[in-house]
RNA sequence: GCCGGAGUGGCGGAAUUGGCAGACGCAGCGGACUUAAAAUCCGUCGGGCCUCGGCCCUUGCCGGUUCGAGUCCGGCCUCCGGCACCA
C-alpha cells in the first residue's frame, strides 16, 4: 500500500467517508433495513448460511458471500417485494471451547466478542440485514428450542441411543491427534435416525433449484444401491447353526461365492472362530482395531485377513466355504459381512490370489452368446472356454454354473433370485444406503445440552418440554475428563435430578448436540426470533417459508444442508410446517483467495480484512469489486491493483454527474434525433442487461454493463444539448437506480444532489426500471459477411430489409466480389439480425 | 480409482448457448497537462506478415460433425473440488 489516501482523492469532491457516515446513521434512523409484511406484495426470503463468528474476524473472503446476498435483497426490495434477509450466529463449537481453554475466558464471552466483531465489519459494507432479526443458537431462548425438537424426534422415533466407536487419547486432553496414541473406544451415543428418510431426501432432490454437482453430491452420500440380502447359515465349531446374512448387488455371482469375509468387528466373530484359531483371531482384530480410518480406507493398501476354521454353507447350492475376518470389510455397511466372489470382484479376486482361495468363474460375457426366444435364456457358446483369470470378470453378462438359474442375463438376477430367496426365506430383495444415522452425542462443553434424563427404573426419559431449556452450567473447569464423558459429567448440581417419570433419583444426559442440529431449524426462527410459545411463529413461518435464496459455501455441500433437510421433512410429517424442502433455490459462492493464489490464512499472510480496504477505498468500491472480479460461483483470486480501477469507477461517476447534473426543465427538443434515440437505446438496453445478470447472479457482466453505460455517457456529456436534455436526466436517474443496490452510498448521494428526491425520497425506495424492448431495435444493423467461414467484409443495412434485398447488397459488395469472382454461390445464409454466410466453389 | 467442475491475451475475466473470440477492468506502451512527479484526460493494446488495402495464425492437445465450433461429438493432457475397499 503505498498511499494511505486512495488514489485521486482532493481531485473531485468524492469523498467515501462523507457519504457512509452521513447516509449510514440517516437510513438507520428512517428503518431503511427493517423488514416489511406487507400482504399486498409478494415474500422474498433471502438467506445466508448460519456463520461460525469465528476470533479471526472477517476477511474479505466472506464479504464474497454476502454483498451478493445484500446486493440480491436490495434488488429484489426495490422490485417491490416484501424482503427478509436476516443474519444470526452459529455460536456453540469447538473453537470457542478450546480458546477458552487456552485463555481461560468463558465461550460465551468470547462469542459475544466476535459477534460484536462480525456485526461490525459487516456494518463496513453496509449489509443491509434488519438486525432486529438476529438470533444466537447459544442462548438459552434459542436452545431451548433445539431440545424441543430433540424431543420431537425421540417422540417420533428417531433418536436413539447406541454403542459406537469413538477415537480417545490416552491421556484425554485432546482427541485427533497424531503424535499422541489413540484407540477406539465404545461408547453409548445418541443418534438421529436420518436413514428413515432417504427416499424423500432422493426423491426431493428434483423439487429443488440447486446446482447440478450438490445435488449429484448428496446422492452419492446417501449411496442407494439395490440389490439382495441372502442368508448364508454360519456352522459354530461347537455345532450348531448361526443366520450369517450378507448384501450384495451382484446375487448373479452367487454359485461363485468360494468363501466368506466378516468385518473383524462383526458380533459374530467369536462365536465362529476355531478354538485353535483364537489367538491369531483375536491378534488381528487388536490389529485392525488401532488402524485409523484412513489407513484402513485406503484402496491400495494390501488386503488382509485371517480364517476363522469355521464355514458357512451357501443356501442356493448348499456348497460348505470357509469364513474369514479382514478388514476391507466394513462393519457399517450392509451387514459387516460379505459373500465372496474372486471371479468377478476385484477385492475379492486380491484377497483369494493372496491367500490361495479358489476362484470359480460363474459369468461369462454376452458377445458370442445367443439366446433362446422362447425362454430368455442366453446360450454359452460352444465348448466355452473357461480358462484360468488374471483378473476379475466385473462386467455384467450371463449366469452359468449356476444350476437352474444357467443362461439368466447378470440384470435380470436381483429380480429372479430375489424372489426365489424371499420365497425360501433366504433372504430376498433390499435396498441399502451407504449413509449412516447421525451422530449428534459430543462429549463436550459448549453445545446444546442433550434434554434426557437416565433412571435406574424408566431408563431414557425425555425431559417434559414444559421444562425446557435444560441450562448449561455456568463452569469454569471444563476440560475433556479423559474418562470418554463430557464435562458436564463433573458438575453435580447438574447430573443429579430426579426421574420425570417415577420422582426417583436420576442423572441427567451429559452429552451435548452437534452443532448440525442448531442449524437444522435457525432459518425458522428468523421470522420472528422473539416468539415465546413454540419454536417458531406458525403464521410467520407460512408466510415467509421456504427460503427462496439461500447463498454459502460449497463445504456445506454435504452435510448441512442434508441435515437441515432431514429435520424439516421430520416437521413437516409431524405437520408443523407446509414445505418439504427448506431451500427452495441455493447457490454457492466460489472462494476468494489470497493475491498470491492461495488460500487466504493468518499463517500465509495474505489476508485481507474488510477494515483495511473499506478504509481506503470506501464500502462502494470494495462491494463493486467483489462483484466484478470474477464469476460468482469460480475461485477468484483477491488483487489488489485492479480494486483501484473500481475507485477510480466511483470517481468519474461522481465527476460526470456533478459536472452535467440534470435539468428538472431539460427538454429533448435540441437534441439530434440520432443521439436521442441512441441514449434511449442505451438506457433500456442497461436496463435489461442489469436486471438479468443480478437475477442470475452474473453479478461481474452486471457491473461492466454499467461501465459500459458511464462510458457512453461520458462520450455524449461533452455536447451541450444532450446534458441539458430530458433524455440526459432520465439516462442519469437511471444509471443511479441500477447503481444503488451495488453502491449504495454514491448511488443516494447523488441521487439527491441531482435532485431526484422528488421521485422517491431515497434511491433505495425508487422502483427498479423496466425496458421496453421496443427500444432495443435500431434502424439499422451491421452484418458480417462470412465467405466460406471467413469474414470478408461488413455490410449497414436498414434492419427490416428482406432477405432478397440483403443477397442483393451482399452480392455487389466490391469486398465480397473479390472472393466470389469467377466462382459459383452454392450457399447463402443469413441469420437475422446477425450474420450474413456464403459458400463458393 | 470413481463422480463433479475448469483450461480463452502479460493478468482477472466476457462471449445472447452453434453465429464478428477477447466485452469490462488491471497492467503495459504512446501522447496531453505539469518545472517535475503523482493524479487526471486522449490514444493504443492476442501473435506474425504487410505494398497500410489487407493477409495468415490464435480459445490445453489430436481428430470429427457443420456454411460456420471457445461452444457439439470421440480420444488424450493438466489443474481444482468431492467421495474413496459401500460388496
Known sequence: MATTEGAGKGRTGYDHDALQKKWSERWRGDGLYRTRQDPDRPKFYCLDFFPYPSGAGLSVGH?????????????????????LHPMGWDAFGLPAENYALKM??????????????????????????????????????????????????????????????????????????TETAVTKKSLKQWYFKITDYAEPLIADL???????????????????????EVIFKGLRPEGGEVDLPIFTTRVDTIFGVTYMVLAPEHPLVGALTAPPRRAAVSAYIEESRRKSDIDRASTDKEKTGVALGSFAVNPLNGERIPIWIGDYVLASYGTGAVMAVPAHDTRDFAFARKYGLLIRQVIFPRDGASRNEVTGRWVAPAGLPVAELD?????????????????????DATRVLGEHLEARRQGGRKVNY????????????????????HCDRCGAVPVPKDQ???????????????????PLATVDSFVRTSCPRCGGAAERETDTMDGFACSSWYFLRFPDPGHGEGPFSPEAVRYWLPVDLYVGGAEHAVMHLLYARFWTKVMFDAGLIHFREPFQRLRNQGMLLGADGTKMSKSRGNVVTPDEVVQRYGADTVRAYLLFLGSFEQEVPWSDEAISGMYRFMHRVYDLMTRFPARADGDDRDVAPKVARELEFWIHKTVKKV??????????????????????????????SVVSSAAWARAQRTFLTLLAPIAPFL????????????????VHREAWPGFDPAKLVTAEVEYPIQVNGKIRDKLVVPADLDEAGLKARVLASPKVMQWTEGKTVRNFIVVPGRLVSLVVK
Request: charged share 25%; hydrophobic share 35%; with cysteine.
Open 391 to 411: 483378473a476379475a470378470l466385473v462386467d455384467p453378462g450371463v449366469m452359468f454354473r449356476s444350476g437352474p438359474f444357467d443362461g439368466l442375463a447378470s440384470e
Open 206 to 228: 428434483e423439487t429443488i433449484e440447486w446446482p447440478d454437482h450438490i445435488r449429484k453430491m448428496q446422492l452419492n452420500w446417501i449411496g442407494r444401491s439395490e440389490g439382495c
Open 434 to 453: 451407504k449413509f449412516r444415522d447421525w451422530l449428534i452425542s459430543r462429549q463436550r462443553y459448549w453445545g446444546c445440552p442433550i434434554p434426557i434424563v
Open 747 to 762: 448511488a443516494e448521494e447523488m441521487w439527491e444532489r441531482l435532485g431526484f428526491t422528488r421521485h422517491s425520497p431515497s
Open 691 to 720: 436486471t438479468e445478470d443480478v437475477e442470475s447472479f452474473s453479478f461481474n457482466t452486471g457491473v461492466a454493463a454499467l461501465m459500459e453505460f458511464y462510458n457512453k455517457l461520458s462520450s455524449l456529456s461533452g455536447d451541450p
Open 104 to 177: 481461560g475466558i468463558h465461550p460465551a464471552r468470547t462469542t459475544a466478542q466476535n459477534v460484536a466483531t462480525y456485526k461490525r465489519q459487516m456494518a463496513l459494507v453496509e449489509t443491509c440485514y434488519d438486525w432486529d432479526k438476529e438470533v444466537n443458537s447459544s442462548t438459552p431462548e434459542y436452545y431451548r428450542w433445539t431440545q424441543w425438537f430433540f424431543l420431537l424426534l425421540f417422540d417420533r422415533g428417531l433418536a436413539y441411543q447406541a454403542e459406537g466407536q469413538q477415537w480417545w487419547v490416552e491421556d484425554g486432553r485432546c482427541w485427533r491427534h
Open 63 to 83: 464479504l464474497r458471500n454476502y454483498v451478493p446476498t445484500d446486493v440480491i435483497s436490495r434488488f429484489m426490495t426495490m422490485r417491490g417485494y416484501n424482503v
Open 468 to 486: 425446557l431449556p435444560v441450562l448449561l452450567p455456568e463452569m469454569t473447569e471444563f476440560k475433556p475428563s479423559g474418562t470418554g464423558r463430557s
